[in-house]
């Protein structure tokens, strides 16, 4: 019957503590007497245009006594004193003596002025930063106690103002009052007020700025890319189609991330907060899948290549929706999982997403390996340098990953360090989330970039670049009949032409490529050269290549070849075959002139 009663009067308190929790406008921290660490820590910036401080109250249903002290990091060796009241610094052993108590009054490790405070060594300088309080609470509510007379009787508030920047400190430890039969409940809450407006601690807070300017980066290159894409949209390929979608989704998943924290940072309803995790979470995974995915299309050649893939485009898709749910669970269970499960956590959330990123890996890098050394089979040059240039791209990513992985190492090899907190609070979530966001937007950027829109797009895809090689070797490529069966036979000795013939590397006659015209061409030639000179040098135009068509030039030299065959076959002048240049002032293959038996 009491205890519902005195719970009956303490709901009210409790309300108007959850009130000022929610009201308030800072990080805060709520401690009471079963907390395992009697510490809590928060990084706090110095300047700003308010003043910043720390404030903590407790809730006037607390009673007993406890040790108030709150200290910047740097002060925190001059806390407490060793048993044999020599002044050393303080290394934080189970031994050492930090509460003034009546046993340690008696050993002469404190004066009886400083009872129930924490103790400060003789070390210390006056201007050090450490506060301490013996906080006194009321006794336990009676059973005719009323709401008015608990509202009298609170602890507090204690206010610490911050001088400058630095990690702060505070503790609370329950002491035991001489004569109390029993031991000390409290709940209390620590305010860290900084010098912005917000609920994020100041170790988080840097993460606003940082996704609101990858955010506007996202969408400043999201303008560039959509200004290509309608420039050029009927040059556009699948692949870069794909990669459109991909920076519109990127534009909307960053977007989130930044209102998650910007969510966080207000103190909304911690279900809304809920939804935005679960939310940024799959756009996360997504966001890793979709990129795997369009850099193995993109490996394998597809839209510059070759046009399709056929099945292996669903097994690609198939791994990366593996991969996404991989990535997704692991996304939920790095925040829901407590960290003493981890053996749990690294064999169904961690080993699954290690396996599908690890095919993903050897699938792309076996891709563009393939790709390269095909193209450069097929002396494909200008395709070749793309695919160079992606596998340098990823080569270097890749190298940064591991110097960054090796950083991280070091960095975190002290964390077990008591001071590790106080050193890395400024930059510790650059290397755990920052560097990451910005290694992969820089990769996207740089591989989005080659494969950018031009007005070349199709002619690119569409067609192959053919050899373009020096007349040195280039002639190595053409032969001339040897012997005079050969030449009798391609008709030379009979005041003919003869056509030349392309080597295949491995020593093969290939097709014929162009013919040297006859002596009876001369005749022709005033009426109709610049005719034909025009017309072959059209047929051997690709666009942009100054290349020949084999193919186009063995169909010319057949139809010169039958007019030639008409021509007068008793002239004696030597006949000089000229293939011109191209209109890019390229040289054409070296000229040949015909023999004739003395």
């Known amino acids: 019957m009491l205890l519902a009663r005195a719970s009956r009067l303490m709901l009210p308190v409790l309300a108007a503590l959850g009130s000022f929790v929610q009201s308030a406008k800072a990080y805060q921290v709520l401690v009471s007497d079963q907390d395992e660490v009697r510490q809590v820590c928060s990084g706090m910036w110095g300047e700003g245009a308010e003043t910043p401080f720390i404030e903590v109250i407790f809730s006037p249903a607390s009673r007993g006594q406890l040790a108030l002290v709150i200290f910047e990091w740097k002060d925190s060796k001059y806390l407490g004193v060793n048993p044999d009241g020599q002044a050393t610094e303080n290394d934080w052993s189970e031994d050492r003596v930090y509460i003034c108590t ?126 290509l894409s309608y420039t050029y949209r009927r040059e556009l390929l699948p692949l870069q189609r794909y990669i459109t979608a991909t920076v519109a989704f990127l534009v909307v998943e960053q977007l989130f991330v930044w209102q998650y924290y910007r969510l966080l940072n207000n103190g909304s309803h911690p279900g809304v907060a809920g939804v935005y995790l679960f939310v940024v979470s799959a756009l996360t995974a997504l966001r890793n899948s979709v990129s ?13 290549v070759r046009p399709t893939l056929g099945s292996v485009t669903g097994r690609v898709r198939l791994l990366a929706m593996f991969h996404f749910v991989f990535g ?45 050394t095909d193209l450069g089979a097929r002396r494909q040059k200008y395709k070749r340098t793309m695919f160079q240039r992606l596998f340098y791209i990823l080569v270097a990513a890749c190298s940064l990953v591991m110097v960054f992985f090796l950083a991280s190492s070091i960095a975190f090899s002290s964390r077990l360090d008591p001071s590790f907190p106080a050193k ?28 950018r829109p031009t007005g070349t797009n199709r002619h ?48 093969r006659h290939d097709e014929v490529v162009f013919d040297v015209g006859s002596d009876g061409d001369e005749d022709d030639s005033d009426d109709g050269s610049s005719h034909h000179r025009r017309r072959h040098s059209g047929r051997h135009e690709r666009g942009d290549d100054s290349v020949y068509d084999v193919t186009k030039q063995y169909d010319e030299a057949k139809r010169r070849d039958d007019e030639g065959a008409e021509d007068d076959d008793d002239s004696e002048q030597d006949a000089v075959s000229e293939t011109g240049r191209l209109r890019n002032g390229r040289d054409a293959p070296p000229e040949y002139r015909s023999q004739k038996d003395d």
């Open 460 to 507: 690119l895809a569409l067609s192959d670049e053919l050899p373009n090689d020096d007349d040195d070797e280039a002639a190595a490529l053409f032969e001339l009949p040897d012997d005079e069966a050969e030449r009798d036979e391609a008709g030379e000795l009979k005041g003919e032409t003869y056509p030349l013939t392309r080597r295949s590397r491995d020593g």
């Open 424 to 451: 890395s609070w400024k930059w510790r979530w650059l290397l755990l989330d920052g560097w990451l966001s910005i290694l992969y937007m820089l990769v996207f950027f740089s591989v989005a970039f080659l494969w």
């Open 102 to 227: 009546a046993a340690a009054q008696e050993a002469g490790l404190c004066e009886a002025a400083e009872l129930g405070q924490f103790i400060k060594s003789s070390l210390a300088p006056e201007q050090s930063s450490i506060y301490t309080a013996s906080v006194q609470f009321d006794p336990v509510p009676s059973a005719s106690s009323s709401n008015d007379d608990l509202q009298g009787f609170s602890a507090g508030p204690f206010r610490y103002d911050v001088g400058a920047t630095g990690y702060y400190c505070v503790g609370t430890v329950p002491v035991l009052s001489e004569g109390a039969q029993r031991n000390t409940t409290f709940v209390g809450v620590v305010d860290f007020e900084n010098v912005f407006i917000g609920q994020l601690p100041a170790s988080d807070y840097p993460k606003i700025v940082f996704y609101r300017g990858i955010f506007l980066a996202y969408l400043a290159f999201a303008a560039f890319w959509g200004a």
């Open 328 to 372: 997704f669970l692991y996304s939920l269970g790095s925040v829901t999982i407590p960290i003493e499960s981890s053996a749990f956590f690294v064999l169904f959330f961690v080993l699954p997403l290690s396996c599908s990123l690890t095919a993903f890996m050897t699938w792309i890098m076996y891709s563009l390996h393939s790709t390269i």
């Open 292 to 304: 795997l995915y369009l850099l193995c299309l993109a490996s394998m050649g597809l839209s510059v």
